[in-house]
């Protein structure tokens, strides 16, 4: 079982993981740590968070994997997308029939200025992620970088390997928003703000794992 959680401070800034309680507003948004760490202990094989609209540092706790803040996923218009706003990224794990998380790979992502994300070659979320997980936990997740070489896709969804015509596919994948925009999902944002547009996005054909937050 993934637990995922809503919880921190928003903030450009709020990249750390704090060791109590944060708040905000006037208002408790409790520990971060306390209630991951209370899911893992009843039973749950990785905590997956967002809520602070940047990505946070990964811990393993117990031989369990938290991901405290996997950033902002997808949006139109409603968040920032500057600095550290725009950096994101898509988090694929793997756990075993008894539970156990074996593995957890990261994609880079950033946020173009409409909010639609797409891959950064140069891998700035994870090193960001990476450095995170050092500074705030005495126990990091190792997190690993998304080997994408054997599932590239060509525009036209077929194996990069088995795809003979696709050319500068790195210039592509580059420039390609993960998110396709069209005219009903602004719509339908509009009329369903709280409407969370997170499990059906496609990518060349391929189904992708998904991020954070959206809007």
Not at 40 to 54: E, F, K, M, R, Y
Not at 61 to 69: Q, T, V
Not at 122 to 151: C, H, I, N, Q, Y
Request: overall charge positive; charged content about 25%.
């Amino acid at each position: 079982m993934a637990v995922l959680m809503h919880v921190g401070v928003a903030g450009a800034d709020k990249t750390h993981t704090p060791k109590g309680a944060e708040s905000a507003f006037g208002e408790s948004r409790g520990s971060a740590r306390k209630f991951a760490h209370a899911m893992i202990d009843a039973g749950a094989s990785a905590v997956l968070g967002s809520g602070p609209h940047v990505v946070r540092g990964a811990e393993r706790y117990k031989g369990r994997l938290i991901a405290y803040s996997l950033g902002d996923f997808a949006d139109w218009g409603n968040f920032k997308t500057t600095g550290t706003y725009g950096l994101s990224g898509l988090l694929t794990i793997r756990i075993n029939g008894d539970g156990e998380t074996l593995g957890g790979r990261w994609t880079s992502l950033q946020l173009d200025s409409d909010g639609a994300p797409y891959v950064d070659d140069t891998g700035e979320s994870l090193t960001l992620v990476r450095a995170l997980s050092r500074a705030d936990f005495k126990s990091p997740w190792p997190m690993r970088e998304t080997v994408r070489s054997a599932r590239e896709v060509s525009p036209q969804g077929r194996a990069a390997r088995d795809d003979p015509q696709a050319s500068d596919l790195r210039e592509w994948r580059r420039k390609t928003p993960i998110v396709t925009k069209n005219t009903a999902a602004p719509a339908l944002l509009t009329k369903r703000p709280g409407l969370r547009l997170c499990t059906q996005w496609r990518r060349g054909g391929i189904r992708t794992p998904v991020g954070g937050d959206t809007s």
